[in-house]
């Protein structure tokens, strides 16, 4: 199968929505299988979509292809989505909700696939929490040993409107305070690192309440831009882009572009 252009042979056009494929953290292991990267139609939700494509000539992102160069050289840190990956980019380290809810956790087959129905032939149960004991399909042999948080899971400290305070489908609040803690694991932040070598940082919030954290422990209001730019800068200053303030946020920490001045 060649890919195909959605216009001319799917009679689709491109301001259509063809929506989100799925990306997903045990169905990216699968889909790149071991390197071999020969399963990305078989372990999708729209097989066709996945072979097909867009002429993005004089779409906005083609313009700016053209005259920029867009994630050259960018690898994902963690399978599957931008949650998982939002973690890493913070603390290189998935969250864990310890005691996890067996509804939360997937049916695995003894390679560590997600397990199918061998009469509809779809997966019997996907989930956000990896199974402890639970062998991993890309680590072969390896076996997960903590309940860590891996697909898209919403947290206790940002409650979404379809939820309720207490949900147990709700991720704990993370440990990333206190080493000494012994009833949550303490994941250390790219904050604390930097703040180790001694290194300034700031990290600007445009949530409800506009909140600036440093490296010194303060904490303090939102400041304008003329203040910023006159101001003495941190060495590693991150600051969240306008779609933090308008999409919904699935975990305690949202998109974030890391500046250097």
């Given at each position: 199968?060649?890919?195909?252009?959605?216009?001319?042979?799917?009679?689709?056009?491109?301001?259509?929505?063809?929506?989100?494929?799925?990306?997903?953290?045990?169905?990216?292991?699968?889909?790149?299988?071991?390197?071999?990267?020969?399963?990305?139609?078989?372990?999708?939700?729209?097989?066709?979509?996945?072979?097909?494509?867009?002429?993005?000539?004089?779409?906005?992102?083609?313009?700016?292809?053209?005259?920029?160069?867009?994630?050259?050289?960018?690898?994902?840190?963690?399978?599957?989505?931008?949650?998982?990956?939002?973690?890493?980019?913070?603390?290189?380290?998935?969250?864990?909700?310890?005691?996890?809810?067996?509804?939360?956790?997937?049916?695995?087959?003894?390679?560590?696939?997600?397990?199918?129905?061998?009469?509809?032939?779809?997966?019997?149960?996907?989930?956000n929490i990896t199974p402890i004991g639970a062998?991993?399909?890309?680590?072969?042999?390896?076996?997960?040993?903590?309940?860590?948080?891996?697909?898209?899971?919403?947290?206790?400290?940002?409650?979404?409107?379809?939820?309720?305070?207490?949900?147990?489908?709700?991720?704990?609040?993370?440990?990333?305070?206190?080493?000494?803690?012994?009833?949550?694991?303490?994941?250390?932040?790219?904050?604390?690192?930097?703040?180790?070598?001694?290194?300034?940082?700031?990290?600007y919030s445009l949530r409800t309440r506009p909140?600036?954290?440093?490296?010194?422990?303060?904490?303090?209001?939102?400041?304008?831009?003329?203040?910023?730019?006159?101001?003495?800068?941190?060495?590693?200053?991150?600051?969240?882009?306008?779609?933090?303030?308008?999409?919904?946020?699935?975990?305690?920490?949202?998109?974030?572009?890391?500046?250097?001045?």
């Open positions: 199968m060649l890919p195909y252009n959605l216009v001319t042979k799917a009679n689709l056009q491109t301001s259509d929505k063809t929506g989100d494929i799925v990306h997903r953290f045990w169905h990216e292991q699968a889909q790149i299988n071991h390197g071999k990267m020969n399963r990305f139609v078989t372990w999708s939700d729209n097989p066709g979509l996945v072979m097909s494509y867009f002429d993005a000539t004089s779409l906005p992102e083609g313009k700016l292809a053209q005259k920029y160069t867009m994630d050259d050289n960018f690898f994902h840190a963690a399978f599957g989505g931008s949650f998982l990956n939002h973690q890493f980019l913070i603390a290189a380290a998935a969250p864990v909700y310890p005691n996890a809810p067996a509804s939360m956790q997937p049916t695995l087959d003894a390679s560590g696939k997600l397990a199918l129905d061998s009469t509809t032939g779809k997966t019997i149960h996907d989930g062998p991993s399909f890309s680590i072969p042999g390896g076996k997960f040993g903590k309940n860590y948080a891996v697909n898209t899971i919403f947290s206790v400290n940002l409650v979404p409107t379809f939820s309720t305070p207490g949900s147990a489908s709700l991720l704990p609040s993370q440990n990333d305070s206190n080493p000494a803690d012994a009833s949550r694991p303490y994941i250390p932040t790219i904050g604390d690192r930097l703040s180790a070598k001694q290194v300034s940082w700031k990290w909140l600036i954290r440093s490296s010194n422990g303060t904490t303090s209001r939102l400041p304008t831009t003329t203040t910023m730019l006159r101001g003495k800068m941190a060495s590693a200053i991150w600051f969240p882009p306008l779609a933090c303030r308008t999409r919904p946020i699935s975990s305690s920490i949202c998109k974030i572009t890391i500046c250097r001045p």
